[in-house]
Antibody, heavy 121, light 113 residues
C-alpha cells in the first residue's frame, strides 16, 4: 500500500527556516517523480517544487533560491528545506507522488496528509 | 505557464441532481502523438489532501464511482457528477500535466442545495 507520511512544519518567524519530511512506503521514491504542493489558508493548490527520478529539480519562481528539495534514498524520504520564510509562505504543504505522466510532467496520484507551516511575527 | 480557469466558483445542487464543472486551459493540453489530453480532476474535502478522480481528461481512477465523468479535449473540459451524493460535497480542482510547471485551476466548491 502506498503511503506518504509527512512531518516537520510548525510556527516560525519571518526569515526563519523549517524542514519538511515526507516518508514514503509501498514504492521507491528514487524511481518516481515527487513534488511538493502548497495551499494557503482558504485558497487553492499551488505547485512548489519537483524532483524527478533522474534527479532533475525545479522550483516555482515564488520559492526559487529559498527552498531546496532533496531525497534520501536510504530512508525513502523526500525533504523540503525552507529558508528565509515569508508570511506569504504560510500554507499547508503536501508532498505527492507522480502518477501518469506526459513527456514533461506528472499528475499526483498519492498525497501526504499535509503539514501546516505558519510564518508570523 | 499554462493558466487554468474554472467555472463556476461554486454551485449548490440538490441531492440526486447533476453537477457540472467547467475547466479551461490557456493553451491546448492535447498531445497529438497519442491523442490524449493531459488534464486531471481532483476532489478535496475539508481537512483532507486532494484525491485524484480523473486523468487523461476522461479516465476514472480506480475506485472512483461511475457517477463522476470527465469529458473534453484540447482546452475545454467538464467534470460531471451525474447524481450528487452527500459525500460529494467538496472542492474540485482541474490540473494540467501537459507542461511544466503543472498548474491547477482555482477550484469549484460543490454544496448541497
Amino acid at each position: 500500500e502506498v503511503q506518504l507520511v509527512q512531518s516537520g512544519g510548525g510556527f516560525v518567524q519571518p526569515g526563519g527556516s523549517l524542514r519538511l519530511s515526507c516518508a514514503a512506503s509501498g514504492f521507491t521514491v528514487s524511481d518516481n517523480y515527487m513534488s511538493w504542493v502548497r495551499q494557503a489558508p482558504g485558497k487553492g493548490l499551488e505547485w512548489v517544487s519537483v524532483i524527478y527520478s533522474g534527479g532533475s529539480i525545479y522550483y516555482a519562481d515564488s520559492v526559487k533560491g529559498r527552498f531546496t528539495i532533496s531525497r534520501d534514498n536510504s530512508k525513502n524520504t523526500v525533504y523540503l528545506q525552507m529558508n528565509n520564510l515569508r508570511a506569504e509562505d504560510t500554507a499547508v504543504y503536501y508532498c505527492a507522488k507522480g502518477g501518469h505522466c506526459s513527456s514533461i510532467s506528472c499528475l499526483n496520484d498519492y498525497w501526504g496528509q499535509g503539514t501546516l507551516v505558519t510564518v508570523s511575527s | 505557464d499554462i493558466v487554468m480557469t474554472q467555472s463556476p466558483d461554486s454551485l449548490a445542487v440538490s441531492l440526486g441532481e447533476r453537477a457540472t464543472i467547467n475547466c479551461k486551459s490557456s493553451q491546448s493540453v492535447l498531445y497529438s502523438t497519442d491523442n490524449k489530453s493531459y488534464l486531471a480532476w481532483y476532489q478535496q474535502k475539508p481537512g483532507q489532501p486532494p484525491k485524484l478522480l480523473i486523468y487523461w481528461a476522461s479516465t476514472r481512477e480506480s475506485g472512483v464511482p461511475d457517477r463522476f465523468r470527465g469529458s473534453g479535449s484540447g482546452t475545454d473540459f467538464t467534470l460531471t457528477i451525474s447524481s450528487l451524493q452527500a459525500e460529494d460535497v467538496a472542492v474540485y480542482y482541474c490540473q494540467q500535466y501537459y507542461n511544466s510547471p503543472v498548474t491547477f485551476g482555482p477550484g469549484t466548491k460543490v454544496e448541497i442545495k
